[in-house]
């Protein structure tokens, strides 16, 4: 495995919000969410579904679920993962997270676009809109061909970030 593409591939990862008006196909589709079960879970219980909405009405009703959805509206595929609380209460939402990234990424890897979209505001109607009942929607996912090449927004500074432990 080359190291270096591997972090160039996830220093150049972006936050796409702008899509071309063009599907993905499901292979690509059925690749990444591949990718997303070797995500790293708490106790390894993989907690998580992936819902895969096409529907382009559910679509739209999902981007006016709050302001920040609006990317949504123009992205041909909206990717849900859904975890289930009962499987693992502590750390669902952070096994939720590791797989929403390691989408991210995949997509990235294969030229794809998205933007991670927030949920947890919003559970209750996320759940009537996808009929889910114990299962706590953790991220939504706009994913597409990019039609934006967005530059890297602002990142802290290391030496703001780092902290050295002395023993
Ligand atoms: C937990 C989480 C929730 C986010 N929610 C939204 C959102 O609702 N709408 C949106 O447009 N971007 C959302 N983002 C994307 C962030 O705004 C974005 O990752 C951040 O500005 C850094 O930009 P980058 O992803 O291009 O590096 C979210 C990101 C995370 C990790």
Same mark, same amino acid.
């Given at each position: ?22 599907? *993905?196909? !499901?292979?690509?589709?059925? %690749? $990444? &969410? ?10 390894? =219980?993989? /907690?998580?579904?992936?819902?895969? *909405?096409? !529907?382009?009405?559910?679509? %739209? $009703? &999902? ?10 509206? =123009?992205? /041909?595929?909206?990717?849900?993962? *859904?975890? !289930?609380?009962?499987?693992?209460? $502590? ?77």
């Amino acid at each position: 495995m080359e190291l270096e593409p591997c972090l160039e591939l996830l220093l150049t990862r972006r936050s796409v919000r702008k899509f071309r008006d063009v599907p *993905v196909p !499901d292979d690509l589709v059925r %690749r $990444i &969410l591949d990718v997303a079960r070797y995500a790293p879970s708490a106790k390894n =219980r993989q /907690p998580w579904r992936f819902f895969v *909405v096409r !529907d382009r009405s559910l679509i %739209r $009703i &999902l981007s006016s679920i709050h302001r920040w959805a609006k990317p949504l509206e =123009r992205a /041909p595929l909206c990717l849900v993962v *859904v975890c !289930d609380r009962r499987e693992a209460p $502590i750390s669902y939402q952070l096994d939720g997270a590791n797989a929403t990234i390691y989408i991210m990424l995949a997509a990235h890897a294969l030229g794809l676009g998205s933007v991670w979209i927030q949920t947890l505001r919003d559970i209750p109607k996320i759940q009537r809109i996808l009929h889910l009942e114990e299962e706590i929607p953790v991220s939504m996912i706009a994913l597409g061909w990019p039609a934006e090449s967005p530059s890297p927004p602002p990142r802290k500074e290391l030496k703001d970030l780092l902290v050295e432990v002395d023993g």
